[in-house]
């Protein structure tokens, strides 16, 4: 099998010959690499090179075209603060007053600030990898990006106070994701992965989760699979236990779970929508080879029967993380029986 079939075979609930495995690996392929990060999220090619030689010399079974969580923030018009080797943050909001959405400026996806660097990185990903293995994209959830461009602490307290207007402003952010993840598609990425932290009840209470976010994802993931992809994708950190259950509601097919949510609990909460993760992205940094293969082998014991689990990490891997151990991860999957 291609491990474009391993994983699309696993979300349609079937075995395939080997478990796939999908980490997020996204600046720590820079640093295997020999590039700073902020090397790596400016330009598509670096992306693209540290992305396929990573995986040449690793062996999982998924490519990301990823910068970093602030490129839609900055296509709008936030200042980001750049260091030399970490990722950008929001350093100034944009949105002062709820109503000011009204003039914000729908994004270019091939023009404006650093989106068209990850276009250029899906391009050449597909280029390089075709459909041997899955090119995931990676765009930022409705709730998110109207936290980044409002600032967060604000966007909390108008939940509260002026709920019209916070729904004004992710119409309007749903739309930035929705644009920019088709244009994504249509540059080689077969999915797009929707992270949206904010939307973790870590943030905010999972009945505003239910009430401002789901209908928003299922339009999304609608859109996402008119454009062709077979996958619906999301990846919120933290205890989802609560909000799991309406996954499969927002058209979700494949859920990344962090390793706070114990699998057998995910797989119940999920209604069987396949799931990917939960291993501990520290581990990656702090564990041994040997202690990694034992926590992969702890997580495929307990999924052990069903075909709908993708090993991984419950959130980005972290860029200063032991090449060893992501290695190790491969070889306890490679090595296990179903």
Known sequence: MTSYERLLTTINGDFPDSPPVAPEVFGVTARLNG??????????????????????????????????LSVEA?????????????????????????????????PDPLNDSRMPVVIEACRQLRESAGNECVIAACVMGPVSIASQIMGLESFLYQLVDNPDGVN???????????????????????????????????????????????????R???????????????????????????????GINLATIDYVVPISEAFKLADNIALNGNLKPYSFVSCSPAEMKEEVRRCLMEAKGRGNYIIGSGCEIPVESNIENIRAMVEAVRDFEY
């Open 168 to 218: 004004q402003v992710l119409d309007f952010t749903e739309k930035v994701a929705i644009s920019y993840g088709r244009a994504l598609i249509k540059a080689g990425a077969h999915c797009p992965v929707v992270f949206d932290p904010v939307a973790s009840p870590a943030v905010i209470p999972p009945s505003l989760f239910v009430h401002y976010e789901v209908q928003r994802l299922k």
């Open 35 to 68: 590039y700073k990060i902020s090397q790596y999220v400016t330009d598509g090619r670096i992306i693209a090179e540290s992305q396929l030689k990573a995986r040449e010399a690793i062996g999982y079974d998924i490519l990301f075209a990823f910068a970093d």
């Open 74 to 106: 900055e296509a709008l018009g936030c200042t980001l603060r750049y260091d030399d080797d970490a990722y950008p943050s929001v350093k100034e909001h944009i949105l002062q007053n709820i109503e000011d959405v009204k003039g914000l400026k729908l």
């Open 220 to 250: 999304m993931y609608d859109s996402f699979r008119d454009e062709g992809a077979p996958i619906s994708w999301i990846s919120i950190a933290g205890a989802t236990q609560k909000i799991m259950p309406y996954f499969k509601k927002a």
